[in-house]
C-alpha cells in the first residue's frame, strides 16, 4: 500500500535553512504529482508546492516563492522540500501529500514533520 | 485566488444525527473540482469526497458530497463516533490550491 514517511523537521532560528524529505513506497512515484502541505499549530490547511510527475513542472503559494524548492531523488523515491530564509511564520507541521492522477488534490497524506523557527 | 469560505465554524450534534456542513467559493468552480477532507487531532487529514461528490475509496456511504459552481456541501447521513472531527474543503480548480477554514463537528 502506500506509504509516505516524511523527515526533517526541527527547531530552526530565523534566516535559517532545513531540508525536509519524504520517502514514498507503495506506488510508481514516477508517475505521480507530489504536493507540500503545512498547518501551523492550531490552524488549517495551506498549500505550499507542487512537483509534477515529469519531475519540471513545479508550483508554489506566493507565501514561500523565492525561497523553498520542491524536488526529489527518483533513485531513491524520496521527494524533497529545501526550506531557506525561514520565518516565524513557516512554523508548521508539513506534509507531503501524493496528487491524484487527474487531479491536485490528496489522495494520500503522510504523517507529517514539525517545524519550528524560533530563536 | 480562489477563497473558500466554510460554515458553520463548529456544529455541535449527536451521534445518530445528521451533519450538513457547507463550502462557499468565492467564484465558480469549473469541472466541480472540489474535495473533501475529515482531519482528526493528531493525524494527517484524509480524503473522503474528490470531484464534489465521489467518494474516496474506502469511504462509508453514510459520507455524501453535492453541489456546483459556488456552492458544495458535504452531508454525513447518520453521525457514528469516529465521525467527530473537523472537515475541509479544498478546490483544485486552479493554483493557488486553497482550503476553506474548516468545520469542526463535536459531540453535543
Known amino acids: 500500500q502506500v506509504q509516505l514517511v516524511e523527515s526533517g523537521g526541527g527547531v530552526v532560528q530565523p534566516g535559517g535553512s532545513l531540508r525536509l524529505s519524504c520517502a514514498e513506497s507503495g506506488f510508481t512515484f514516477s508517475t505521480y504529482g507530489m504536493h507540500w502541505v503545512r498547518q501551523a499549530p492550531g490552524k488549517g490547511l495551506e498549500w505550499v508546492a507542487f512537483?509534477?510527475?515529469?519531475?519540471?513542472?513545479?508550483y508554489y503559494a506566493d507565501s514561500v516563492k523565492g525561497r523553498f524548492t520542491i524536488s526529489r531523488d527518483t533513485s531513491k523515491n524520496t521527494l524533497y522540500l529545501q526550506m531557506n530564509s525561514l520565518k516565524g511564520e513557516d512554523t508548521a507541521v508539513y506534509y507531503c501529500?501524493?496528487?491524484?492522477?487527474?487531479?491536485?488534490?490528496?489522495?494520500?497524506w503522510g504523517q507529517g514533520t514539525l517545524v519550528t523557527v524560533s530563536s | 485566488e480562489f477563497v473558500l469560505t466554510q460554515s458553520p465554524g463548529t456544529l455541535s450534534l449527536s451521534p445518530g444525527e445528521r451533519a450538513t456542513l457547507s463550502c462557499k467559493a468565492s467564484q465558480s468552480v469549473s469541472n466541480n473540482y472540489l474535495a473533501w477532507y475529515q482531519q482528526k487531532p493528531g493525524q494527517a487529514p484524509r480524503l473522503l469526497i474528490y470531484g464534489a461528490s465521489n467518494r474516496a475509496t474506502g469511504i462509508p456511504d453514510r459520507f455524501s458530497g453535492s453541489g456546483s459552481g459556488t456552492d458544495f456541501t458535504l452531508t454525513i447521513s447518520r453521525l457514528e463516533p469516529e465521525d467527530f472531527a473537523v472537515y475541509y474543503c479544498?478546490?483544485?480548480?486552479?493554483?493557488?490550491?486553497?482550503f476553506g477554514g474548516g468545520t469542526k463537528v463535536e459531540i453535543k
Open positions: 501529500a501524493k496528487s491524484y492522477t487527474s487531479g491536485w488534490f490528496f489522495d494520500f
Open positions: 479544498q478546490q483544485y480548480d486552479s493554483s493557488p490550491l486553497t
Open positions: 512537483l509534477g510527475n515529469d519531475g519540471s513542472s513545479k
